[in-house]
């Protein structure tokens, strides 16, 4: 069992930065794959990054060379760095873990945190 807490999220003007976090409970966080994903009014969740056991990461088109996932797993934390912000870019804010690095990328996962609000004003 794998309890996540998602914080760092809030208000910034477009092309402001924020860094969400993500504690993780038990001893076994460092087996899981992580992602993140993000959820805005009206529309469906969308999966925004993930990382796997190694550190190897995978992101979506819409943030690639503005948001930056990494783990420490010796903190049991997932982080999401998003620089750039766009206004498009609000939503809530949700991290995952699951054995599989490919079942995130699908949508999929065993464990969900309850989520951040980031919100980004032009």
């Known amino acids: 069992q794998v309890q996540l807490v998602e914080s760092g999220g809030g208000s910034v003007q477009a092309g402001g930065s924020l860094r969400l976090s993500c504690a993780a409970s038990g001893n076994t966080y460092s087996r899981y794959c992580m992602g993140w994903f993000r959820q805005a009014p009206g529309k469906e969740r969308e999966w925004v990054a993930s990382i796997d056991r190694d550190g190897g990461t995978n992101y979506a088109v819409s943030v690639l060379g503005r948001f930056t996932i990494s783990r420490d797993n010796a903190k049991n934390t997932l982080y999401l760095q998003m620089n750039s912000l766009k206004p498009e870019d609000t939503a809530m804010y949700y991290c995952?873990?699951?054995?599989?690095?490919?079942?995130?990328?699908?949508?999929?996962?065993?464990?969900w945190g309850q989520g951040t609000q980031v919100t980004v004003s032009s």
């Open positions: 995952a873990a699951d054995p599989g690095f490919s079942r995130l990328w699908l949508g999929r996962a065993d464990y």
